[in-house]
């Protein structure tokens, strides 16, 4: 007899770095009888539509949902879409959440971030701050569309009884990043650069003065978590999913260390005119640390080593 599984998860954005880490991740750690996993592209549904979201949802009739699809990118990008940012986030949100409720998903899990905290506040940032403050003023669009979700999570609980979470990543990074050089996060945009410099004989520039901190999770570490959180994390508001606040490094560190991995011998030099950015956004990760005390996470060495290699490797079908 065949088993049918009694879990089906869709997981939205599913082509995109955190999505194909927990494919990775399932395929080879946690495959489970009882779970059949859908990784969904914007070419199986325009979520920015509630017809094609709607229609999807129909036709995988899922159970569970990990929510990451999004207009993403890293800080110069945000700088200049603010309102693309919130309007996009705000639809693409709402649209999975209503699906969500309207064919009675028993958990959708969704994904905020530590950028979106307020500026001014105390350290480490905890889960109970999100809605303490306006946000940093670079990419407020992209904070208050994500501080939207744990609005609605909590809506949808009181309303209706959903069962919708979300979790807070710092800064990810690894495989299947986007790796293009104005809109992409930090870590991928250097490893881009510095092969750039290496390969045209140039200096390699860093942007703002290397001097912001940041606390970064191997996808595949984030991917882990995001499973634990499927199968075992029942409260509705969220949990930060981070490496600890002695693990924060500087823009510096890690622009020495894609040096290092790459083994670039250039000239590497900081253009102070560009944006630093927020200057930290150190959280805590007590409450992880509650659940799972002996979580393991990838030391930053190796998993901007194995970033660099895969960026080598897969250098033709990279997002560049
Ligand atoms: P990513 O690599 O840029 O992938 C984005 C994903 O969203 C892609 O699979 C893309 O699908 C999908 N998508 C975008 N617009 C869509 C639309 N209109 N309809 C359907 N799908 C759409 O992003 P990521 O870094 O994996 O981010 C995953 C989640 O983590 C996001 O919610 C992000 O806000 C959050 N997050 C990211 C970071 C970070 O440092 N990267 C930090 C904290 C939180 P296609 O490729 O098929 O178009
Ligand atoms: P953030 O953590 O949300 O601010 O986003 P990013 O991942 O884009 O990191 C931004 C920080 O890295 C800022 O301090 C930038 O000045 C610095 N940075 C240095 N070089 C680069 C680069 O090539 N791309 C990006 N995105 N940031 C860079």
């Not at 979201?53 to 569970?64: D, G, I, L, R, S």
């Not at 905020?112 to 905290?117: A, D, V």
């Not at 634990?228 to 693990?247: A, K, Q, T």
Request: with cysteine; net charge neutral; hydrophobic share 35%.
């Amino acid at each position: 007899m065949t088993e049918v599984a009694n879990k089906v998860i869709i997981v939205t954005g599913g082509t995109g770095l955190v999505g194909q880490a927990i494919k990775a991740v399932v395929d080879k750690e946690e495959k489970d009888p009882n779970e059949k996993w859908i990784f969904l592209s914007s070419k199986d549904a325009n979520l920015l539509e509630m017809e094609q979201t709607e229609a999807v949802f129909k036709k995988y009739q899922p159970t569970h949902v990990i929510h990451l699809a999004a207009m993403v990118g890293g800080l110069f990008r945000n700088l200049k879409y603010n309102l693309d940012f919130f309007r996009n986030n705000t639809l693409i949100n709402d649209n999975v959440l209503h699906s969500a409720y309207k064919f009675k998903v028993k958990k959708v899990i969704s994904c905020l971030s530590t950028c979106i905290f307020p500026d001014k506040t105390t350290y480490p940032i905890n889960e109970t701050m999100v809605h303490d403050g306006p946000p940093h003023e670079s990419n407020f669009g992209y904070a208050y569309a994500k501080r939207m979700i744990d609005v609605q999570n909590k809506a949808y609980h009181q309303q209706h009884g959903c069962h919708f979470t979300s979790v807070i990543p710092t800064n990810i990074y690894g495989p299947h990043d986007n790796f293009n050089l104005e809109d992409a996060h930090v870590l991928p945009g250097l490893i881009h650069k510095t092969y750039l410099a290496e390969k045209n004989n140039e200096p390699l520039v860093i942007w703002g003065t290397g001097a912001p901190l940041r606390q970064f999770i191997y996808s595949h570490d984030l991917a882990r978590l995001f499973i634990w959180v499927m199968r075992n994390y029942e409260e509705i508001d969220p949990i930060i999913l981070s490496v600890g606040e002695e693990d924060e490094v500087s823009i510096k560190d890690v622009a020495e260390l894609v040096v290092k991995s790459m083994d670039f011998k250039g000239k590497v030099i900081y253009d102070t005119s560009k944006s630093d950015g927020q200057f930290k956004k150190t959280a805590s990760n007590a409450k992880l640390r509650k659940y799972l005390p002996d979580f393991k996470f990838t030391p930053i060495e190796e998993g901007i080593k194995e970033s660099c290699d895969w960026f080598l490797k897969n250098y033709d079908i990279a997002r560049k």
